[in-house]
């Protein structure tokens, strides 16, 4: 197997439109204009971003079963770091040099203090050894996220056309068209094309 | 699984007996004033929910077993059974909000509508033609609060809940019934 390491970028950007970074039929992800950047590589190769900046995380984690629907949207602000693993062509296309105000705006005193935040959440996803073994990262044509909470678990989605999987402390999420499994606290739905079947609730 | 069924009906029967004798060694025992005075008070019905209760965790863990996903789909309810106290623990504000959401004839033609499947509003807007589309609005809005409704906040559809569903139902079978009782 072969073990690569994965690098942080030393040269803040930020977005310099709002950006959409997913979307599909079930959820989306977008940040707003002025979101600090900074690229993840690995063997010099881009391969995704942290970011940190006000954004939104939309996920319609509703399953519609014969007897009706069951579960709502999530809907939640962005507001700390979030790390994104793949679409880095259309990404790189809105990013523009950030300044010291840029970061300022942010909370941010200098460079070395984002960077430093960005490190941590690199490391709360990756490890502190950064290490990838395999011959390609993350989803092929497929995107990674992790959002940082307040507390220790990182919040993931990846996603893959119609293919999503969403962890979050208290659900798992996992769809591909009409075929989904739901996890929350107090029930578990599985569901494919010819029915549903639900525990609990 | 049907012979653990058939064990199940055994041990019920067994409890049944069990209990016939009870009644019966109480009802000799016991006579007050003119009449027969049988005491099945607390301790007793609580013993019958025993029974019952550990009837209905047997066959509920047999189900479990065997995972089946039917056309219908199926539902295995997992907490307590029901009981006297839970009939009492009644959320009367939350049953009258969604009684209240039923109880309007636009909003009834409107989960007439999404039991065929999500719509979009446009597609509620055509179908419900003598609905303004604010007062389209407005009445989703009761149904998603009441939880009967909700909406996909990508695609926007309006998709029935499965309270709704049920909801809806019951209040189709209380209209027929009343409609049968109304015509004798």
Same mark, same amino acid.
């Given at each position: 197997?072969?073990?690569?390491?994965?690098?942080? =970028?030393?040269?803040?950007?930020?977005?310099?439109?709002p950006m959409r970074l997913w979307q599909s039929e079930k959820g989306l992800v977008e940040v707003?204009?002025?979101?600090? *950047?900074?690229?993840?590589?690995?063997?010099?190769?881009?391969?995704?971003?942290?970011?940190?900046?006000?954004g939104r995380l939309i996920l319609d984690t509703i399953v519609e079963?014969? =007897?009706?629907a069951?579960g709502k949207p999530i809907e939640k602000e962005i507001?700390?770091?979030?790390?994104?693993?793949?679409?880095?062509?259309?990404?790189?296309?809105?990013? *523009?040099?950030?300044? @010291?105000?840029?970061?300022?705006?942010?909370?941010?005193?200098?460079?070395?203090?984002?960077?430093?935040?960005?490190?941590?959440?690199?490391?709360?996803?990756?490890?502190?050894?950064?290490?990838?073994?395999?011959?390609?990262?993350?989803?092929?044509?497929?995107i990674?996220f992790?959002?940082?909470?307040?507390?220790? @678990?990182?919040?993931?989605l *990846?996603a893959d056309g119609a293919k999503i999987v969403y962890?979050?402390? =208290?659900?798992?999420f *996992?769809a591909e068209r009409n075929?989904v499994?739901m996890?929350?606290? @107090?029930?578990?739905?599985?569901?494919?094309?010819?029915?549903?079947?639900?525990?609990?609730? | 699984?049907?012979?653990?069924?058939?064990? +199940?009906?055994?041990?019920?029967?067994?409890?049944?007996?069990? #209990?016939?004798?009870?009644?019966?060694?109480?009802?000799?025992?016991?006579?007050?004033?003119?009449?027969?005075?049988?005491?099945?008070?607390?301790?007793?019905?609580?013993?019958?929910?025993?029974?019952?209760?550990?009837?209905?965790?047997?066959? &509920?863990?047999?189900?479990?077993?065997?995972?089946?996903?039917?056309?219908?789909?199926?539902?295995?309810?997992?907490?307590?059974?029901?009981?006297? +106290?839970?009939?009492?623990?009644?959320?009367?504000?939350?049953?009258?909000?969604?009684?209240?959401?039923?109880? &309007?004839?636009?909003?009834?033609?409107?989960?007439?509508?999404?039991?065929?499947g999500g719509r979009y509003i446009n597609e509620?807007?055509?179908?419900?033609?003598?609905?303004?589309?604010?007062?389209?609005?407005?009445?989703l809005?009761?149904?998603e +609060?009441?939880?009967?409704v909700v909406q996909e906040k990508v695609r926007g559809r309006y998709l029935?809940?499965?309270?709704?569903?049920?909801?809806?139902?019951?209040?189709?079978?209380?209209?027929?019934? #009343?409609?049968?009782?109304?015509?004798?």
């Open positions: 197997m072969i073990c690569r390491q994965y690098q942080l =970028d030393d040269k803040i950007m930020k977005t310099n439109d707003d204009k002025g979101a600090l *950047v900074l690229g993840i590589r690995l063997d010099d190769e881009l391969k995704g971003y942290v970011l940190h900046g006000h079963t014969k =007897d009706g069951i507001t700390e770091p979030l790390l994104m693993l793949g679409a880095t062509e259309e990404t790189q296309r809105h990013l *523009v040099t950030a300044t @010291d105000e840029d970061l300022a705006e942010k909370g941010y005193g200098n460079q070395k203090e984002f960077a430093a935040n960005a490190e941590k959440l690199f490391e709360r996803f990756l490890g502190k050894e950064r290490i990838h073994g395999g011959g390609y990262c993350g989803v092929p044509n497929g990674v992790a959002f940082a909470g307040k507390d220790h @678990d990182l919040e993931i *990846v962890k979050a402390p =208290d659900m798992v *996992v075929r499994l996890k929350r606290p @107090d029930h578990t739905i599985l569901m494919n094309g010819r029915g549903s079947f639900i525990f609990g609730e | 699984m049907a012979e653990d069924l058939k064990e +199940e009906m055994r041990k019920l029967k067994e409890e049944m007996a069990s #209990l016939k004798d009870q009644l019966k060694s109480m009802s000799e025992g016991e006579h007050r004033g003119r009449g027969l005075y049988i005491d099945i008070g607390n301790p007793m019905r609580g013993y019958v929910d025993d029974v019952m209760q550990g009837v209905a965790e047997g066959v &509920h863990g047999e189900l479990e077993k065997s995972i089946f996903i039917g056309p219908q789909g199926v539902r295995i309810l997992r907490g307590q059974p029901f009981r006297q +106290e839970e009939q009492e623990r009644v959320d009367f504000a939350k049953t009258a909000e969604a009684m209240s959401a039923l109880g &309007h004839e636009h909003r009834l033609k409107i989960l007439n509508e999404l039991m065929g509620l807007q055509e179908k419900l033609s003598e609905i303004t589309t604010s007062t389209l609005s407005s009445h809005k009761v149904l +609060e009441a939880g009967l029935i809940t499965i309270p709704g569903r049920t909801a809806y139902k019951m209040a189709q079978q209380v209209a027929r019934f #009343l409609e049968r009782r109304n015509g004798e």
